[in-house]
């Protein structure tokens, strides 16, 4: 059984029957939404599903006649969608259920009590905990927080919640998080990322654990941010990915009772601006910091926690079995390179010429930034390009497939000696050696990462 989509007047209705599972999605003329009803009969629920990127108020209704109509609620969108299971009636077969859009009432406003899960103590994110290492260089050198934008709580907070927010792209379709999923160590499973029109990114999306920790501070494969403040504001009007103005934005966020909350508690004063926007996503990217995986466990026991696998793997990474040099580049406790960008010769000729695209200097053609390996399991795909689906793939490519080109970094070329021929280094790694840097590198996974709420999504959608 299924109604069709009803209309009365000026109203939007969109309706669907209570039969098992039935369900209707109707789009009608104004605003566009999307909703499906179904009944569960064991529980005896109805569950309600609206999407409407406009964030308006609805009004759910059931009857029994199509005549006379109860109210059941009215339901708030606060970012895109709305899931919900109201209590059902026993005798629900007959009962019909509609989501109703009227103009003429005041839409609910979205607050930081409606709109947001946030904890009544803002999460800690100033004082995160440091494993010692982060305390001494050469770490500390690679701290990127600058004074004029010391991580607080509110600060965090409020860029938390400016992540997950859908209002920063101009159709409302997506956020950061779209294309930096938690789950995925804040990248995106898909070779190349859709923007808010459904246009492809150039590149892959990189992973954002241990963001503060990059001793050139640049941002992006190409470093064309000077700062982690620069490059928030980037995506937001990239043509692609966002496509919103920050004029268009700021007035957009200043109208939300839950922004002037947030933006008071964070600078005083409740005035939105792009700087401000820009600090606080700041903040809450050098927060997502990962310190809880297997490997840094094994730190301070000698890796006595790791399998034999696995510290095989560890060995092979630092150079002490074979001739491998991953620690050269993917250095320190935050697996990140030190004052070089490098070419680690994925390909001859330079398809994409990364930071030679932005300098304009042959020497810097097919150079790329490469964020931390932390959490690496859960970023794939790998590369600027996304070309490899797996870490095996990663592997092999550095055992026997690294492409000899002009600018191909030194610890990737042979050693020069005598005997030795110029050009890419050959690992010639076992099939059993090859597994066990692969069972090294998923030690990097830190699942309270992935998990915690004080990274996750704020918004409230029932
Ligand atoms: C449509 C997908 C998409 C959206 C939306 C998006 N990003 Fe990204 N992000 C990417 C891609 C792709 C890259 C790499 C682009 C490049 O280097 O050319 C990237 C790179 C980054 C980096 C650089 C990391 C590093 O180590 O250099 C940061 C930080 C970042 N994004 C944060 C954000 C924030 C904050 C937002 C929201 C304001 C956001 N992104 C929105 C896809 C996206
Ligand atoms: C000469 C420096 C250098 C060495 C040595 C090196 N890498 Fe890399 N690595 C890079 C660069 C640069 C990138 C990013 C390249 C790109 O995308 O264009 C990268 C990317 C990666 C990635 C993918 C990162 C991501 O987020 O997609 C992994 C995994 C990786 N390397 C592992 C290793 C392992 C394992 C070794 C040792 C066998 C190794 N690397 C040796 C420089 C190096």
């Given at each position: 059984m299924k109604t069709p989509a009803f209309t009365s007047g000026a109203l939007l209705i969109l309706a669907a029957v209570s039969a098992?599972?039935?369900?209707?999605?109707?789009?009608?003329?104004?605003?566009?939404?999307?909703?499906?009803?179904?009944?569960?009969?064991?529980?005896?629920?109805?569950?309600?599903?609206?999407?409407?990127?406009?964030?308006?108020?609805?009004?759910?209704?059931?009857?029994?006649?199509?005549?006379?109509?109860?109210?059941?609620?009215?339901?708030?969108?606060?970012?895109g969608s709305f899931q919900h299971g109201f209590p059902g009636d026993a005798s629900a077969s007959g009962v019909f259920f509609r989501a109703m859009f009227d103009a003429t009432r005041p839409e609910v406003l979205s607050t930081t009590e409606n709109a947001l899960h946030l904890p009544a103590i803002p999460f800690g994110y100033a004082a995160t905990p440091l494993p010692p290492s982060f305390l001494v260089q050469p770490i500390l050198a690679q701290d990127n927080m600058p004074a004029s934008n010391v991580t607080t709580d509110a600060g965090a907070t409020l860029g938390r919640v400016l992540f997950y927010d859908k209002r920063l792209s101009t159709n409302l379709n997506i956020s950061c998080s779209s294309c930096h999923q938690q789950g995925h160590g804040f990248s995106d499973p898909r070779r190349f990322s859709t923007g808010f029109n459904g246009g492809?990114?150039?590149?892959?999306?990189?992973?954002?654990?241990?963001?503060?920790?990059?001793?050139?501070?640049?941002?992006?494969?190409?470093?064309?941010?000077?700062?982690?403040?620069?490059?928030?504001?980037?995506?937001?009007?990239?043509?692609?990915?966002?496509?919103?103005?920050?004029?268009?934005?700021?007035?957009?966020?200043?109208?939300?009772?839950?922004?002037?909350k947030l933006f008071t508690k964070t600078f005083g004063t409740p005035a939105v601006?792009?700087?401000?926007?820009?600090?606080?996503?700041?903040?809450?990217?050098?927060?997502?910091?990962?310190?809880?995986?297997?490997?840094?466990?094994?730190?301070?026991?000698?890796?006595?926690n790791f399998t034999a696998q696995e510290d095989l793997g560890r060995r092979i990474f630092l150079g002490q079995v074979g001739n491998a040099t991953c620690a050269a580049c993917h250095g320190t406790d935050n697996f990140v390179p030190g004052p070089a960008i490098n070419n680690n010769g994925l390909e001859f000729p330079y398809v994409d010429r990364g930071l030679g695209g932005i300098t304009g200097l042959a020497g810097d053609n097919g150079k790329f930034k490469v964020p931390s390996l932390r959490n690496i399991e859960l970023t794939a795909p790998y590369m600027h390009d996304g070309r490899f689906a797996t870490l095996d793939e990663v592997v092999e490519f550095y055992n026997s497939g690294v492409v000899d080109n002009p600018n191909l970094s030194a610890p990737l070329r042979n050693p020069p000696g005598p005997g030795q021929s110029p050009g890419a280094r050959r690992l010639n790694l076992t099939a059993a050696q090859k597994a066990a840097l692969v069972a090294f590198l998923k030690t990097l996974t830190d699942p309270t990462l992935a998990t915690s709420e004080r990274f996750s999504d704020p918004f409230n959608y029932r």
């Open positions: 098992p599972s039935a369900s209707l999605a109707a789009v009608g003329p104004a605003p566009r939404a999307t909703l499906s009803i179904s009944v569960n009969s064991v529980t005896n629920s109805v569950q309600v599903n609206i999407s409407d990127a406009g964030n308006h108020s609805w009004v759910l209704q059931s009857s029994r006649n199509y005549v006379d109509w109860n109210e059941l609620a009215t339901v708030k969108i606060y970012n492809l990114t150039g590149r892959n999306s990189m992973g954002l654990s241990n963001a503060r920790w990059y001793q050139r501070r640049h941002f992006f494969w190409d470093e064309r941010a000077a700062t982690l403040e620069d490059q928030v504001l980037q995506p937001i009007q990239n043509a692609v990915e966002m496509g919103m103005t920050l004029d268009a934005l700021t007035n957009r966020l200043a109208a939300e009772p839950y922004y002037t601006t792009s700087d401000r926007i820009s600090a606080a996503l700041a903040q809450f990217v050098r927060s997502i910091i990962s310190t809880r995986s297997k490997y840094d466990t094994g730190l301070g026991r000698g890796f006595t």
